[in-house]
């Protein structure tokens, strides 16, 4: 079976090793990396959800406040 989608998006993982855009489903963590779409390097991250919660993330310990989502990025 030959893939339709062009090329895929690169997910971020978070410090738990799970998709950023996705935390509680540990199959899509599973499943990203399998199949060569999830990465640790920021720059390399092509998905918007995940973009955009690393960002936070990120912004969120700089600044010194404290956060809801046990997501840390470094």
Known sequence: MREKRGKREMHGLDAE???ACNPRDRE???RARHEGIA???FAAVTCGK???RIYRA???TRGGHST???TSFQ
């Open 68 to 70: 809801t989502s046990a």
């Open 50 to 52: 995940c973009r955009t």
């Open 39 to 41: 990465t640790e390097d």
């Open 58 to 60: 990120r912004h969120d």
């Open 17 to 19: 090793g799970r998709v």
């Open 28 to 30: 899509a963590a599973h």
